[in-house]
């Protein structure tokens, strides 16, 4: 749950319209459980189901080599896209709701299927375009299951959300039916002081659950080799002291910058962190279609919290960018990322400028109040439908 911040945005969204929220869900990550409990305790109106599989103890041990064994048995390819498919589809079953949510395409056929069996409605919000998350060869046995799911169950949906215009249009352009943008923006901060850094070395910021590979990071790396300016570099999420080592070897000899890692923290102490920086990037590699035209919530979470921001040239990010150019700018190579870094650091008031532009952006169009009524909306449109 805690691996998905859009579930628990929608889940409030519900319950503060009215709606009551039961979340089934099973815990991969044994660093999660902490912060999944931190969710529940701060929504005590909510009930779930839950289902340990990180092995972190001998029942979900017991859940691992359960599910892996029907996994490798099976070809229902239900079983196929989802270990824990069984198990959460009874409790789907048994939890008799109104309107069932899938928010992965692991859980898109539970939504149909436990729809069906209680004569309720369905829906699916599309994080990402699931059939090329892994690759974009369509012989690939990941790309040929993913397909197959969906369009089996896509079909049978009453409401579909997507959460990039991009993502929106590939959809809509297989299926042929309305599916509503919801982009993956956050609830309006408090309103802060904008840093200006008129002197220090630059604040650089990069998050995510992990710090690793395929992350673009090496580029951003090679850009700060090549601008050779004075900077931080403040890197959130978990990571193995190998990598941690290897990006600090990648810093030329006598570099200017001081690299800083820091684990993960609660989503709201999130943008109390970031404000403190100058710049966060946007290093999406593209080297799918779906990490193309995903649209990363790190972005949003730097507009949110007055940062600039720098950007790969990805199909979203660069759309979402020339949208709102006021926020930062696109680079292509290492080359440009070192230009646009430099450019920066000469021109601290056009930085500061950026940064404000960032935060008032968040603070009236890009926030989930916008796009929480969006979501809601279709909520109501299809609760209304069961009464007609």
């Known amino acids: 749950m805690a691996s998905n911040p859009r579930l628990v945005k929608e889940a409030v969204a519900l319950s503060k319209a ?12 044994p660093y999660l459980i902490d912060h999944d409990q931190h969710i529940l305790n701060q929504n005590l109106n909510w009930t779930y189901d839950c289902l340990n599989w990180t092995g972190y103890n001998l029942p979900s041990k017991i859940n691992r080599l359960l599910s892996k064994l029907t996994h490798k048995l099976s070809s229902n390819i239900n079983i196929k896209i989802n270990r824990n498919y069984l198990w959460q589809l009874k409790k789907a079953i048994n939890h008799k709701a109104d309107l069932y949510i899938a928010h992965n395409l692991g859980t898109l056929p539970i939504a149909v299927i436990a729809a069906k069996k209680t004569k309720a409605k369905c829906g699916f919000d599309a994080e990402d375009f699931h059939r090329n998350e892994v690759c974009d060869n369509t012989n690939d046995p ?10 089996k169950y896509i079909p049978q949906l009453d409401y579909m959300t997507a959460s990039s215009p991009q993502i929106t249009e590939q959809y809509t352009a297989l299926f042929n039916r309305d599916i509503t943008t919801v ?35 090496e580029i951003i790396i090679e850009g700060i080799n090549i601008s050779n300016i004075e900077s931080d570099l403040h890197l959130l999420g978990f990571s193995t002291d190998e990598y941690k080592n290897q990006l600090i070897a990648m810093l030329k000899q006598g570099s200017k910058c ?14 109390n962190i970031a404000k403190q920086f100058d710049i966060g990037f946007g290093s999406e590699t593209g080297f799918c279609l779906n990490n193309s035209i995903a649209l990363s919530n790190k972005i949003l979470t730097y507009v949110q919290s007055g940062l600039a921001v720098i950007a790969s040239n990805t199909t979203a ?13 696109i680079y292509n190579n290492a080359e440009e990322l070192a230009d ?35 979501f809601i909306t279709c909520i109501n449109n299809v609760i209304q439908t069961i009464y007609e």
């Open 258 to 271: 001081t690299l800083h890692f820091h684990k993960p923290v609660y989503s709201e102490e999130l943008f």
């Open 183 to 217: 982009i993956n923006v956050f609830p309006k901060t408090d309103t802060h002081e904008i840093i200006n850094n008129t002197s220090e070395p630059l604040q650089l910021f990069w998050f995510s659950q992990t710090i690793g590979p395929n992350r673009g990071l």
């Open 18 to 29: 009215g709606y009551k929220v039961h979340i089934i869900f099973t815990q991969y990550v």
């Open 142 to 151: 990941d790309v040929k299951l993913k397909t197959t799911v969906e369009e």
């Open 317 to 329: 990010q660069a759309a979402f960018v020339n949208q709102y150019p006021q926020v930062g700018h």
């Open 340 to 374: 646009i870094l430099s450019k920066y650091n000469s021109d601290r008031s056009g930085l500061y400028q950026k940064k404000q532009s960032a935060f008032k952006l968040g603070q009236t169009d890009l926030n989930w109040a916008r796009e929480g009524a969006k």
